[in-house]
């Protein structure tokens, strides 16, 4: 568990990475923080004046004994980088996160992880590359780490659930979930992996939150592949500090002329490994495993599911689509659909859009 010390430091605002590192340098135990007068304090390099009235403004207020009362009955796990909980490789990188707020099972936070991220916006390629590569990695006991965000982000944790563990990092507090409609999800993902945040309980999701947010993505991974992202995007920076971080970064090539590929593109031609199959994946980070390769489908088709298939096709089709061309009733697409996922041969990939899956 965290020291009150770290958690209040951490409830200041004013206080970025490197401040709260001058901070801590300075002390000899972070819990003198509570003690110290307004003249030693003013002492430690970095602080602003701002930061210092903030210091003395916060342990005259309530905020702490809030935040601690709502961490417990939560049922929050909150660790720093003094407890032997904290994660070992995010540690290692540059300005670690003081604190981490974890909701679910906080010890997988030092199991074997693999970050896939992507657009909010991508292609239905994106979304079921995305799905499928989750779903393949997870089987083998890796957990899928992601951010949460709509879209790749969305599909991977998805992916990851069906088969084994996932982790969302939020840029926000764990009690203000963002995305909204990821409620459920992040539900799901807290009793199959963990939240995780370094922000207070209430923070909201500020534009200035997410590149904090990615660097702890690629901080807890071994490394990263992203699916499809525009050349400005947030993948790009989960990218950038994976690299800096000296992670391995692969990337998924899409179409030419694809505005959500153009940023792997990129990556592509800056050095990072090209990706068509989870293999590409294993073999970079040197994981030996049987039988890795996608397996055939060996189902056999029913005449109206192999009319329903077809329709689908490798793009995918929506509901009404395959209505349309099916020039069956909605009942029996209904009855058709559900046998074609249980079976495996097709998913979801959002709201009444469905695509083949080699899963």
């Known amino acids: ?79 720093d980088v003094f407890d032997e909980d904290y994660p070992k490789l995010l540690k290692e990188i540059a300005h670690p996160p003081l604190v981490l707020y974890v909701k679910g099972n906080v010890k997988i936070l030092n199991e074997y992880i693999f970050a896939i991220v992507g657009s909010r916006i991508p292609t239905v390629y994106g979304l079921l590359s995305a799905k499928e590569f989750a779903a393949k990695l997870a089987s083998l006991g890796i957990t899928i780490i992601s951010g949460l965000a709509r879209g790749i982000d969305t599909a991977a944790h998805k992916g990851a659930l069906e088969r084994g563990k996932t982790i969302a990092v939020l840029g926000s507090g764990l009690m203000n979930i963002y995305p909204k409609e990821n409620t459920a999800l992040a539900e799901t993902i807290i009793k199959n992996g963990a939240l995780v945040s370094e922000f207070p309980l209430d923070e909201s999701p500020y534009k200035e939150n997410f590149p904090r947010r990615n660097r702890i993505v690629s901080g807890l991974s071994h490394g990263v592949l992203v699916v499809e992202a525009a050349e ?44 068509d199959s989870i293999s590409d994946i294993l073999e970079e980070l040197n994981i030996k495993v049987e039988n890795t390769e996608t397996r055939e489908n060996t189902i056999k088709l029913k005449s109206d599911e192999t009319i329903v298939f077809d329709i689908i096709g490798s793009d995918g089709a929506h509901l009404e689509e395959i209505i349309l061309k099916s020039k069956m009733a909605q009942s029996s697409i209904n009855r058709i659909i559900l046998d074609l996922q249980l079976n495996g041969v097709i998913s979801e990939i959002k709201p009444s859009y469905f695509a083949r899956t080699k899963l």
């Open 232 to 275: 400005k995007s947030g993948a790009l920076i989960t990218a950038h500090c994976a690299l800096e971080q000296n992670r391995e970064v692969f990337a998924l090539p899409g179409k030419i002329d694809s505005p959500v590929s153009r940023g792997a593109h990129v990556l592509i031609k800056e050095g990072a490994k090209l990706v």
């Open 1 to 79: 568990m965290a020291k009150k010390s770290t958690i209040f430091l951490n409830l200041l605002k004013s206080l970025n990475p490197k401040k709260i590192e001058s901070i801590i340098s300075f002390l000899s135990d972070t819990e003198d923080i509570f003690n110290l007068s307004q003249s030693a304090i003013s002492e430690i390099p970095l602080l602003e004046k701002k930061d210092i009235d903030a210091i003395i403004n916060e342990r005259r207020s309530r905020a702490l004994d809030d935040e601690l009362e709502r961490i417990g009955k939560e049922r929050i796990n909150v660790v």
